[in-house]
């Protein structure tokens, strides 16, 4: 990258030198560079309004499939949001919601609901470095004990269930 | 049009075709720019002490999460964030369901809801919503109530300057459709 931004002064009878015209091809390198390596944003998403009935086997949830082609050498942030898990009319459960990248899970969350009760999930989100290339984001989740009497993900055309992927910027390794 | 990087050395002659280049360079970082995320719009950070909300009451509206006339362009992908630090219901009672709602233009566009035991903590993670809006001033607000409890029961939502809620409107970038 260039090394810093300079302005160019176009005063009155200035001379048109190579050095005014060299800093300009470099302040728009600088700006370039600074651009394209800046977060792009969310670059993919879904919603949903429908429940989502939980079952004892991975399920996606409700057309949760992202396939986005991604640039080399950047982050991205792979989130799911929900409004609230409804627990089973029969007796406690179990609910697991992840997220895989190709058909392997990288973010995954838990949580215990009691016979009848609602539970707030927390988002499950993730950071994620991915090789340059096509790539299939996925929300699944199922319930591990307990689930009959069909335990679901809750949404409604107010409380939409949404599941998205942010481009957070240029790849930087882990901080080990 | 593609960003390519005019070169300038010595005695390269002053060209249309140079300046074109320059020209086009600057449409395209103005074409890069403009869809990028734009950060943060409107944000408000409570630190009020909680509020307790009993059951049967009306819910409670606006507290102090309320950002009213924030100007949202065309066109945007723009992300509603409401946290709170802790719920906790009242000790004695068993157990009631919470509920926070975040509505924009006094529509409700997202929610939580939770049960909490009588006497017992419980986190709520933010609750989030993405949102293409109409350009134009949007009012952003959040309110909180309790229903369906087994037996009395009333709910603080806690907030203290150490943990402050916060309700945030943040651009996300240009629109793109789902999928």
């Not at chain 1, 991604?70 to 992840?98: A, E, M, W, Y």
């Not at chain 1, 899970?105 to 993730?126: H, T």
């Not at chain 1, 994620?128 to 809750?154: D, K, L, M, N, W």
């Not at chain 2, 606006?62 to 219901?89: E, G, K």
């Amino acid at each position: 990258m260039p090394s810093e931004f300079s302005y160019v002064v176009w005063g009155a009878k200035t001379p048109i030198t190579t050095n005014k015209l060299f800093q300009m091809s470099e302040n728009d390198q600088y700006a370039y560079e600074l651009a394209t390596s800046a977060s792009q944003g969310i670059i993919g998403w879904r919603e949903s309004t429908a429940d989502h009935n939980v079952t004892a086997s991975y399920t996606t949830i409700n057309g949760f499939t992202l396939t986005k082609t991604i640039p080399s050498d950047r982050l991205l942030k792979v989130h799911f949001h929900c409004s609230t898990l409804q627990g089973s009319t029969t007796g406690n459960c179990r609910i697991q919601v992840r997220i895989t990248v190709d058909g392997t899970m990288f973010a995954s969350r838990e949580a215990d609901v009691e016979k009848n009760y609602k539970r707030s999930l927390d988002d499950v989100e993730a950071i994620i470095g991915v090789a340059g290339g096509s790539h299939t984001f996925v929300a699944e989740t199922r319930y591990q004990v307990g689930g009959v009497g069909t335990p679901s993900v809750r949404a409604d055309a107010n409380q939409p269930m949404q599941f998205w992927i942010e481009d957070v910027g240029a790849f930087v390794s882990k901080d080990t | 049009m593609a960003y390519s990087y005019v070169t300038w050395k010595n005695r390269t002659p002053l060209s249309s075709a140079s300046f074109t280049q320059m020209s086009d360079n600057d449409q395209e970082l103005s074409d890069i720019a403009d869809p990028l995320p734009q950060g943060v719009r409107a944000w408000i950070s409570n630190p009020d002490d909680q509020w307790t909300q009993d059951v049967d009451a009306a819910y409670d509206q606006y507290l102090n999460f309320y950002l009213p006339d924030v100007y949202i362009p065309a066109s945007r992908l723009t992300l509603v964030r409401q946290t709170f630090s802790t719920l906790m219901c009242s000790l004695g009672y068993v157990a009631t369901k919470a509920r926070i709602k975040v509505h924009i233009d006094g529509t409700m566009v997202a929610s939580r809801e939770t049960t909490i035991l009588g006497g017992k903590k419980s986190s709520m993670d933010s609750i989030k919503v993405i949102r293409n809006l109409t350009e134009g001033l949007h009012t952003f607000h959040t309110e909180i109530g309790i229903f369906q409890p087994n037996g009395l029961a009333a709910v603080s939502f806690r907030n203290d300057p150490g943990q402050p809620g916060q309700l945030s409107v943040e651009d996300k970038g240009a629109y793109i459709a789902t999928g």
